[in-house]
Nanobody
């Protein structure tokens, strides 16, 4: 499975942005998937995750109520709708798939990774 993240850009605080992650291979639709982010000088952190069927989602406390993770298995796509963006949301956002263990909130829990897309939120 190959993952390709896109949709990043520059947005003002309070604005919205939607990230997409295109996956190759039919196997993607059977995998749990997630978004992580890494800000400059900081460690990678969990943002949101979604089960293979899309019915179960969970979020980091810092984005709960502002971000929404979703997927379209027919199109092999994963999404992250981000609203009410804050400067502290500035980071490279990565999509990941196939949870291989753990709680799904750590990077080591996932097997496949996209290359990342940069989101910059100006104040």
């Amino acid at each position: 499975v190959q993952l390709q993240a896109s949709g990043g850009g520059l947005v003002q605080a309070g604005g919205s942005l939607k990230l997409s992650c295109a996956a190759s291979g039919r196997a993607f639709r059977s995998y749990s998937a997630a978004w992580f982010r890494q800000a400059p000088g900081k460690e990678r952190e969990f943002v949101a995750a979604i089960m293979w069927g899309g019915g179960t989602t969970y979020y980091a406390d810092s984005v709960k109520g502002r971000f929404t993770i979703s997927r379209d298995n027919a199109k092999n796509n994963l999404y992250l709708q981000m609203s009410d963006l804050k400067p502290e949301d500035t980071a490279i956002y990565y999509c990941a798939a196939q949870r291989v263990g753990g709680t799904g909130r750590k990077g080591d829990d996932y097997h496949y990774w996209g290359q990342g897309t940069l989101v910059t939120v100006s104040s």
